[in-house]
C-alpha cells in the first residue's frame, strides 16, 4: 500500500506543479480535468502526510526511549510515541477508506420507480406506503422529490410511481434500495385474521445527463392522449399527457402529471434517457459484482433484499442479516439506520478486496 500512496503522493505533486502554470488560459478542459484529479487526491494526501509525520515521530520516540538517561525526557517520549501509535492506526484506517475507489455517480440525483408485485391489491398499497416513506426520508435528508408518473388503484395503492429525488449524494444512499421489498401483514379486507405476503419492486437509477446518453430523435415515437387521474378539471379536456417509446430498445415511458403536453415531454425524455443510462449502469455493477464479489446487491431488480413484518413489528435487511424493531418508525422514513449499516457493510466487502 505504501508504494501506492507514494506513487498517488508523487502524482498529486505533479498535478500541482502544472496547476501552478497558466494552463488554465491554455487548455481549460485540461485545467478542469486536474482540478477535478486535485480535489480526489487531496484527502488522500492529506492523511499520508499526517501518516508519515506521526511515523517520524513514532521513530523519534524510539530514540529518545533507548538514548536518553533522564527520566522526564523518556517519559515524555513515551508519551509521544503511544500517541504516535494512535494516530497511525487511526490515520491507517482513514487511509484505507480513502483508497476505496468512490462511485462517480454517488453525487447524482435519481429517479426511483416502484411496482406493484405479488399480492393484488396489497401489493398496491405497501408500494403507496413505501413511497411516501422514501418522500420523507427525501425530506429529512434535505432533498427534493418531484413526482413523474403515477398509476393509482381506487383504494388508494399504486400499481407504480416514478418520481424524482434531487440533491447531493441521492443516489449514494437511494442505489441499495433496488430490489423486491417484501410484506407480511394482515390485510385490512381478511376476515380471518390470516398473515398475507406481498411484494413489490423497487429500482433506483441515477440521472442521466446530456452527454451520458445520445437519443436519435428518429428514434422515438411520441405518443399524446388526455390525461386521467387526480389531476384536476383539466385533465379529461386536453391531451397533455405523453408517452415516448425508444424504438430499439422498445422501452416506453409516459407522464401525464403536467399540466403542459411540452413539460410533460421534457419530464418523459429525462426519463427516457435515465432508463436507457441505467442499462449501462446496471451492467457495469453486475459485472464489478461478479469480477470483485466486493459489492451488496445495487443492480439485481429480481433480489429479496428486505421483509417488512407488521405483526412483529420487525424489519429485515436480508442481505446483511439486519432485523430492526422499529417499524412504525421505518414507514415513517427513518431508514437512516438501514442505509448506513448497508454502507457500512458494503465499504468492509470493498476494503477486504483491496486489501
Known sequence: MNDRLNDLYKHYEEIMSELNTDIASRDVDRYKKLMKEQVDLEPIVLAY????????????????????????????????LANAKKEKERLDEE??????????????????????????????????????????????????????????????????????????????????????????????????????????????????????????????QMDVYRASGAGGQHVNKTSSAVRLTHIPTGIVVACQEERSQQQNREKAMKMLRTKLYDIVVSEKHMKEAKEKHDQIGTGDRSEKIRTYNFPQGRVTDHRIGLTLYKINEIMNGDINELIETIISADRAKKLANLE
Request: hydrophobic residues 40%.
Open 95 to 220: 487511509i484505507k477508506l480513502l483508497l476505496i475507489p468512490k462511485d462517480e455517480l454517488d453525487d447524482r440525483n435519481i429517479i426511483v420507480e416502484i411496482r406493484q408485485g405479488a399480492g393484488g391489491d396489497e401489493a398496491a398499497l405497501f408500494a403507496a406506503e413505501v413511497y411516501r416513506m422514501y418522500v420523507s426520508y427525501a425530506m429529512s435528508m434535505n432533498w427534493t422529490t418531484t413526482l413523474l408518473s403515477l398509476n393509482e388503484i381506487g383504494i388508494g395503492g399504486f400499481k407504480e410511481v416514478i418520481f424524482m429525488v434531487n440533491g447531493k449524494g441521492a443516489y449514494s444512499k437511494f442505489k441499495y434500495e433496488t430490489g423486491v421489498h417484501r410484506v407480511q401483514r394482515v390485510p385490512e379486507t381478511e376476515s380471518s385474521g390470516r398473515i398475507h405476503t406481498s411484494t413489490i419492486t423497487v429500482s433506483v437509477m441515477p440521472e442521466a445527463e446530456d452527454v451520458d446518453v445520445y437519443i436519435n430523435p428518429a428514434d422515438v
Open 49 to 80: 502526510k499526517a501518516y508519515m509525520k506521526a511515523e517520524k515521530l513514532e521513530q523519534e520516540s524510539l530514540s529518545i526511549i533507548e538514548q536518553e538517561t533522564d527520566k522526564d525526557m523518556i517519559n515524555m517520549a513515551k508519551e509521544d
